[in-house]
């Protein structure tokens, strides 16, 4: 009678714990838009969560060290004139921050440091190309200033965002509602689901599909896909009965599924999260009240359940920490923003160890700010691999955020540019202060010394 062996892995245990209540953000009015996107955005600096605004589309910004319960005033991006769907912060900078809208645009938004002391109406760029809403943004992941958005107009619009163009539209591949879209890790290759049931991997920059495979899910509920480790893609889906499914592809062999699991019967879709450094997905459910978490490996059956993190309430939306915002000292491996419908909880992942060191096998090199690649050269053919950072001392910026500028026509980009521009707006309201100041001295004589 041969026993059955556990399956040998270093994030078996790893759990999932909500931090201390005076260190969530209480008291947000989270967007009730039946939209199925994460809702919220985060990165080592800032949270932003999409909110419930009238006339319009608002977000908030906050510094993450700004916890508690957060002031009905406090000021909103509120720039849209519809109700914002998605927003993501810019991985080369992180005080940059895209949102998409149901007004068909989308803004390009610079948040100062210490977050926003008035309402922010006036975008950095706007961006128009599409005739319906804009549900999907992705960042490029290597390539500096491209931005990917889709909308229900069925168009993947490639943008060069310092320079305001939309530089590839892909009009002629989908022919229904486009349900995510989302890079590979270099930024070569796209990966799209869509309503007419079909997966497709594209070229970015031809427009052309590399290949696709029909029904990767039996059910008509909306389907996600992420590329994970070695260029295999993760799905979740439904089947015909309704029952949600994970699932793992290799585009090589787009025949049969390297594993097809069913997990519940729930409703909600689940949005993936993966984490190429630990080989862990993250399943998170629109309207779910837990967290699957999953490693993906070589081995069969590929796809390796690990554990669940459940609390009381539902989640109306998610934000993924990038890994350089973690706390390594702690063991931390993901940290998520659950959104609840008025406040934001932080919930962190955790690898139990006994030691204090550096835990070099949970933390190899990982992606890091710097861009390998401009937005010019990208567009020419050029492909940038990621640039890999250490975690050892914890994630400290040794270069300064790589400058976000728009490239207006007739105006140069170089910052002595900049510096001249600057200079001179300054000397116009120097002089105009002047103006006004005379004018003041001059109101304010008796009326018999003006002459």
Not at 291 to 299: A, H, K, L, Q, S
Not at 325 to 350: D, Q, S, W
Request: aromatic share 8%; glycine share 6%; net charge neutral.
């Amino acid at each position: 009678m041969s026993r059955k062996v556990v399956r040998t892995s270093k994030f078996r245990h790893v759990f999932g714990q909500p931090v201390k209540a005076d260190q969530c953000y209480d008291d947000i009015r989270i967007s009730q838009m039946t939209w199925d996107s994460n809702f919220c955005s985060v990165n080592p600096k800032f949270v932003a969560m999409i909110v419930d605004a009238s006339g319009g589309g608002a977000f908030i910004v906050l510094p993450l060290s700004k916890t508690g319960r957060i002031d009905m005033s406090l000021p909103t991006v509120c720039g849209h004139t519809g109700p914002v769907l998605d927003i993501e912060f810019c991985p080369h900078n992180d005080n940059i921050i895209a949102s998409g809208s149901e007004d068909c645009s989308v803004m390009i938004w610079e948040i100062p440091d210490g977050g926003l002391t008035s309402p922010l109406s006036d975008p950095v760029v706007k961006l128009d190309g599409h005739s319906k809403r804009v549900g999907i943004l992705s960042w490029h992941p290597t390539a500096h200033n491209v931005l990917m958005s889709a909308g229900c107009d069925n168009v993947i619009i490639l943008w060069n965002v310092a320079r305001g163009e939309a530089v590839v539209r892909i009009d002629s591949v989908h022919t229904d509602m486009i349900y995510s879209a989302c890079w590979n890790r270099n930024g070569s290759q796209i990966l799209t689901s869509c309503k007419d049931k079909k997966l497709r991997v594209l070229d970015p920059r031809k427009g052309s599909v590399i290949c696709e495979k029909d029904k990767p899910h039996e059910g008509s509920r909306p389907v996600r896909a992420v590329f994970v480790s070695d260029g295999k893609i993760l799905t979740t889906g439904f089947s015909r009965m309704s029952e949600r499914q994970v699932a793992l592809w290799d585009p090589k062999n787009f025949g049969e599924p390297l594993t097809l699991q069913e997990l519940d019967t729930s409703s909600g879709v689940l949005l993936p999260f993966f984490d190429p450094d630990t080989g862990i997905v993250y399943l998170c459910g629109k309207g779910d009240s837990s967290i699957r978490y999953f490693e993906v490996t070589d081995e069969a059956p590929y796809v390796h359940y690990l554990s669940m993190y459940s609390s009381k309430e539902s989640q109306k939306g998610m934000g993924y920490m990038p890994k350089r915002g973690l706390e390594v000292n702690k063991c931390e491996i993901a940290r998520f923003y659950k959104l609840h419908e008025r406040k934001c909880e932080p919930v962190v992942m955790t690898v139990p160890r006994k030691s204090d060191l550096f835990q070099e096998d949970l933390y190899p090199d990982t992606i890091g700010p710097e861009p390998s690649v401009e937005a010019d050269d990208w567009f020419s053919g050029k492909n940038g691999e990621p640039i890999l950072i250490s975690l050892k001392d914890g994630f400290v910026a040794t270069t300064k955020n790589k400058e976000f500028k728009v490239i207006k026509s007739l105006m140069a980009t170089t910052s002595s540019s900049s510096m001249q521009a600057l200079q001179n707006e300054l000397r116009e309201l120097r002089e105009m202060i002047e103006q006004l100041t005379q004018r003041f001295l001059l109101f304010s004589l008796p009326t018999n010394y003006k002459d």
